[in-house]
């Protein structure tokens, strides 16, 4: 390998992602012209308020929402706790329906409720990790009251048909939730005409700063929420705390930037990133017969979830790959390592019915707009290296 070769590759968008190129100059350019409190009454102030509510007002009109519907966040997490936990403690105790593949920021907001009163139900998904739509239908009835459904899958990059989801949950009345940070990340979504009543993402997904979210949420439900953070009484009342118009003008340039791709990514037409993932996955298929989880066209454009089996068919350990991988300079991430790296079993491969040998071998690449088609070869190359290294040991 001659040193250029030797460059690390990134394929761990769903992870994380770098700026897109102009963030930086765009929050740097806020910081130094609107760095005050907003609110604050003097002109500092008055110039930071001016600049986050242009911002919002920028964001809002990229979504095609009302500034009034979008809500700032610290990232996805407290957005997911902030609409179920702050929607569910103004409704009557009931059942709250959730994916059985959701991230556990999902889950541990859902299991929240508990003590209030609530039942958690999670609505099966098939071997490829979409939700039975019959079962989810039953499951609307009386005393569902909430329902949250992740939309484009982080581990295995599954899309949920969110808008026969979104239908369904409006012929019963029940609001719903839809973690989409994931799929922003590649196109952005129509609030205007999208059955959804929350919706969360994250800045960090997208070519944006780390420590800066959304909420998006409709008039009547947004009159129902309890806030999470109380104090100064930011965001109508719903999370106190001083609000970093820098950091929402570094997310809004994100955003910006995706709406430009024009593409719609999460249609079949193909576009870059789509493009290098089919290539990337048949060349990792066909020459080291890679099982790819989940169908080419109901997955996250950017995606690719591989389970990793050696030559004689007995499969790998995915966790293992991942530090060989490094070694080789690819960032990749283990299926199973959701939560900071820890060795817990996925409870997604569970519900989609992977045997637990088989879990412990998933590996997940996400790429982004840093990837192009030169990186293949090299990609291809260190993989094969990986995968001997690993198929000896
Ligand atoms: C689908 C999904 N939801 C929520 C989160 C949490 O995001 P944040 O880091 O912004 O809190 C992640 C991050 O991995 C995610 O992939």
């Known amino acids: 390998m001659d040193k250029a070769d030797a460059r690390p590759i990134y394929l761990d968008a769903c992870a994380t992602t770098p700026l897109r190129p102009g963030v930086q100059q765009r929050m740097v350019a806020v910081q130094n012209q609107a760095w005050g409190n907003p609110s604050s009454l003097h002109c500092f102030g008055i110039a930071a308020a001016e600049a986050l509510e242009r911002t919002r007002v ?17 990232g996805a997490t407290e957005s997911i706790h902030l609409g179920l936990r702050g929607l569910a403690s103004s409704l009557p105790p009931g059942r709250i329906v959730i994916s059985a593949v959701e991230h556990p920021a999902v889950t541990a907001a859902a299991q929240a409720l508990t003590p209030l009163g609530w039942q958690v139900c999670m609505a099966p998904v098939d071997a490829q990790g979409t939700i039975q739509l019959d079962r989810f239908a039953e499951l609307l009835q009386p005393p569902t ?67 800066v979210g959304l909420l998006l949420v409709r008039g009547a439900w947004k009159q129902q929420l309890t806030a999470l953070l109380t104090g100064g009484g930011q965001e109508s009342n719903l999370r106190s705390g001083t609000e970093s118009a820098v950091l929402l003008a570094g997310m809004a340039e994100a955003l910006s930037q995706i709406q430009r791709c024009g593409v719609d990514a999460l249609s079949n037409s193909g576009n870059g990133i789509r493009r290098l993932r089919d290539a990337l996955e048949l060349q990792l298929g066909q020459r080291f017969g890679v099982a790819t989880i989940g169908q080419p066209d109901q997955r996250l454009p950017h995606h690719l979830a591989l389970l990793l089996r050696d030559r004689s068919g007995q499969p790998l350990s995915g966790r293992r790959m991942v530090r060989v991988l490094d070694r080789e300079g690819l960032a990749v991430s283990s299926g199973s390592a959701c939560s900071s790296g820890r060795d817990t079993d996925s409870s997604v491969l569970t519900a989609m019915g992977l045997p637990r040998e088989m879990r412990r071998s998933s590996l997940r690449l996400s790429l982004g707009f840093w990837n192009s088609d030169d990186q293949i070869e090299s990609i291809v190359e260190r993989f094969e290296r990986a995968l001997l290294t690993c198929s000896e040991a």
């Open 145 to 211: 009251r909430l329902v949250s459904v992740i939309w484009g899958q982080s581990e295995v990059g599954t899309l949920q048909p969110i808008q026969t989801i979104g239908a369904l949950c409006r012929q019963h009345g029940i609001p719903l939730h839809t973690d989409a940070t994931q799929v922003i990340s590649q196109a952005l979504p129509d609030w205007s005409t999208l059955p959804v009543d929350l919706l969360t993402a994250s800045a960090h997904k997208c070519g944006g700063p780390r420590g």
């Open 58 to 74: 920028e964001i809002a009109s990229l979504l095609g929402a009302e500034a009034n519907e979008v809500l700032i966040t610290s």
